[in-house]
């Protein structure tokens, strides 16, 4: 098992999606996760074209919000035009993070279901703590779950 990988962690499909400035850090995230025995589902981009990230953002988002994910991890240049694609859909909570910490207090705090990368800002052992964080962390529910209920009324 990869350093980090958990046996929840391993009962989860993620969805992963990038555009050409992300593909490769979505590449080395998806290499790990399959190390760690994790399904993924790999939405593109697969290559350096120059390619639009709401197309991305929007893939994983779709994976997330109909069941065919548990999570999707999104990355682009900066990973905010990513993020603001994927969290057009509803049903998605995706939280732009550069460290492992707010990955996991996004997971705690927000029930975050996207996690979303720069890979133009941070670099790739960052991004694959923030991974691990993400995967390993639960919702802590409670006094977070009626701010989290509220976000679904906006
Ligand atoms: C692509 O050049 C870049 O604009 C994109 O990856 C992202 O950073 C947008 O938010």
Request: aromatic share 4%; net charge negative; with cysteine.
């Amino acid at each position: 098992m990869a350093e980090g990988m958990t046996d929840d962690t391993l009962k989860r499909v993620v969805a992963l999606g990038a555009d050409h400035a992300g593909f490769q850090l979505k590449d080395l995230l998806k290499a790990d996760l399959l190390d760690g025995g994790v399904e993924v589902l790999d939405l593109g981009t697969g290559g350096p074209e120059s390619v639009d990230y709401p197309d991305f953002g929007k893939a994983v988002a779709d994976a997330v919000a109909s069941g065919r994910a548990d999570l999707g991890v999104v990355v682009c240049g900066t990973g905010i035009g990513i993020s603001i694609a994927a969290n057009r859909n509803p049903a998605v909570r995706a939280a732009l993070c550069h460290s492992g910490l707010e990955a996991r207090l996004a997971r705690e705090h927000n029930d975050a279901n996207v996690l979303a990368l720069g890979a133009r800002i941070v670099g790739s052992e960052v991004a694959r703590d923030a991974l691990h964080a993400f995967l390993n962390t639960e919702f802590a529910g409670g006094r977070h779950a009626k701010r989290v209920a509220k976000l679904a009324t906006i």
